[in-house]
């Protein structure tokens, strides 16, 4: 995600013309904001920065950071299913949204979660849930949310 973040940024300030200060206030970031997110500084920015900026762009957050969303659905590629794995990711997601005490999520949005998340274990052939990921996928549900 990072380098194609970066890489997208890039290219749009070198075919504008703009200045990292000028990106910066037409997103209305905090000043050193996308600098750093270019110079490997800002490794995790928020999904919110990550929308700006996108907005900006005038891209998808897909396009932004190079991700097909086929790509991440375990609905539609051939996973080999794992009940324990499957089972720890529904697990984290419920248990975010108990302690966030957010009864108000729709059982399809906790579905897409969870398939995001598994999927992306899967691919990475991860052998337990990336808490940082994790963690990251679900605060952007509450931050979509404001």
């Given at each position: 995600m990072q380098m194609n973040l970066k890489a997208k940024i890039q290219d749009y300030l070198d075919n504008t013309g703009a200045t990292v200060a000028s990106l910066e206030r037409k997103v209305g970031l905090e000043r050193a904001a996308i600098y750093n997110i270019l110079r490997g500084s800002s490794k995790n920015p928020s999904i919110t920065t990550v929308i700006?900026?996108?907005?900006?762009?005038?891209?998808?957050?897909?396009?932004?950071?190079?991700?097909?969303?086929?790509?991440?659905?375990?609905?539609?590629?051939?996973?080999?299913?794992?009940?324990?794995?499957?089972?720890?990711?529904?697990?984290?997601?419920?248990?975010?949204?108990?302690?966030?005490?957010?009864?108000?999520?729709?059982?399809?949005e906790v579905q897409r979660y969870v398939d995001e998340l598994y999927s992306y274990i899967m691919e990475n052939n991860i052998e337990s849930i990336d808490q940082r990921f994790a963690n990251w996928l679900l605060k952007s549900y509450f931050e979509e949310k404001k």
């Open positions: 700006k900026i996108a907005e900006a762009l005038n891209c998808s957050l897909d396009e932004l950071l190079d991700r097909a969303r086929t790509k991440h659905s375990a609905t539609d590629k051939d996973y080999e299913y794992n009940n324990v794995l499957f089972q720890e990711c529904c697990d984290f997601i419920t248990n975010y949204f108990s302690k966030n005490k957010n009864n108000k999520v729709k059982f399809a």
